[in-house]
T-cell receptor, first 110, second 111 residues
Framework: SQQGEEDPQALSIQEGENATMNCSYK?????LQWYRQNSGRGLVHLIL?????REKHSGRLRVTLDTSKKSSSLLITASRAADTASYFC??????????FGAGTRLTVKP | DAGITQSPRHKVTETGTPVTLRCHQT?????MYWYRQDPGHGLRLIHY???????DKGEVSDGYSVSRSKTEDFLLTLESATSSQTSVYFC??????????FGEGSWLTVV
């Protein structure tokens, strides 16, 4: 079964607004990662947050991790049309067996 | 981008025929993975490898086998393709088991 589950499944916002996506997982993790996928392409790594970290930033991306709630959030600030993509969280279930959620489909309208 | 090449990129095959997808990497990464992606299911791990001739099953391994005889190549074989194996298949690699780099995908249709 999938380790991570993203919420919402789909999100539509206007350019300039912030987009927040959430990820919940089931078992203990060493780290949690977020990936982005443009339509018809492979996934691209965005950011990794370790289990002993609570927040991490990378450009317009902000990731939080709450291990007590087994959840993470990805915030994209000042969104652009080019941010339109699917976003996935991934967790290392065990022995480098990386599991992905079903993803959040983000649409940013110009 | 990690140098990951998948072949073929698109294939249509008939039910019951064997199919082999190839993944070639130029990064000398230790870990290699095969995922399938289907609407509503996201990415699901089929098999992975943590070294030459060292492989393990993922969550949807039934009907699939893999081989890794060289660091750079990871083959995924469908012994007898079924319509339920129509999917997009992604190969991925990782140096340390953390950040994963993906190929561009192989679209397989089983008719």
């Amino acid at each position: 079964s999938q380790q991570g589950e993203e919420d919402p499944q789909a999100l539509s916002i206007q350019e300039g607004e912030n987009a927040t996506m959430n990820c919940s997982y089931k078992t203990s993790i060493n780290n949690l990662q977020w990936y982005r996928q443009n339509s018809g392409r492979g996934l691209v790594h965005l950011i990794l947050i370790r289990s002993n970290e609570r927040e991490k930033h990378s450009g317009r991306l902000r990731v939080t991790l709450d291990t007590s709630k087994k959840s993470s959030s990805l915030l994209i600030t000042a969104s652009r049309a080019a941010d339109t993509a699917s976003y996935f969280c991934a967790t290392d279930a065990n022995n480098n067996d990386m599991r992905f959620g079903a993803g959040t489909r983000l649409t940013v309208k110009p | 981008d990690a140098g990951i090449t998948q072949s073929p990129r698109h294939k249509v095959t008939e039910t019951g025929t064997p199919v082999t997808l190839r993944c070639h990497q130029t990064e000398n990464h230790r870990y290699m993975y095969w995922y399938r992606q289907d609407p509503g299911h996201g990415l699901r791990l089929i098999h992975y490898s943590y070294g030459v001739k060292d492989t393990d099953k993922g969550e949807v391994s039934d009907g699939y086998s893999v081989s890794r005889s060289k660091t750079e190549d990871f083959l995924l074989t469908l012994e007898s393709a079924t319509s339920s194996q129509t999917s997009v298949y992604f190969c991925a690699t990782s140096f340390s088991g953390n950040t994963i780099y993906f190929g561009e995908g192989s679209w397989l249709t089983v008719v």
